[in-house]
């Protein structure tokens, strides 16, 4: 098992940038297939970005194409999120993901608690 604790989040204004970061628990980071996810009030939790194992392969959902970056550390047992240029949004409660096969944009089985991202207009 792993354990996840995602921190970074916060209020910005459009426009500006945030870093979320997932620290995880356990020796075996590098086996596990990373992501993350949000989840905005009244709307269903949505996948934004995974990274493979070895960070060589990375997705995106639409939405952040080209905003956000998802970039793992293997050695320190973290993936971090760049988001840049946010807009309102993508105000939502973002989640750090993680499973031993790939992460689709339906499923992931083990789940951080999750940080609050607040884009004013």
């Known amino acids: 098992q792993v354990q996840l604790v995602e921190s970074g989040g916060g209020l910005v204004q459009a426009g500006g940038s945030l870093r979320l970061s997932c620290a995880a628990s356990?020796?075996?980071?590098?086996?596990?297939?990373m992501g993350w996810f949000r989840q905005a009030p009244g709307k269903e939790r949505e996948f934004v970005a995974r990274?493979?194992?070895?960070?060589?392969?990375?997705e995106y959902a639409d939405s952040v194409k080209g905003r956000f970056t998802i970039s793992r550390d293997n050695a320190k047992n973290t993936v971090d999120l760049q988001m840049n240029s946010l807009k309102p949004e993508d105000t939502a409660v973002y989640y750090c993901?993680?499973?031993?096969?790939?992460?689709?944009?339906?499923?992931?089985?083990?789940w951080g608690q999750g940080t609050q991202v607040t884009v004013s207009s």
């Open positions: 993901a993680a499973d031993l096969r790939i992460i689709t944009t339906k499923h992931a089985d083990y």
């Open positions: 356990g020796r075996t980071f590098s086996r596990y297939d």
């Open positions: 990274t493979s194992w070895s960070g060589g392969s990375t």
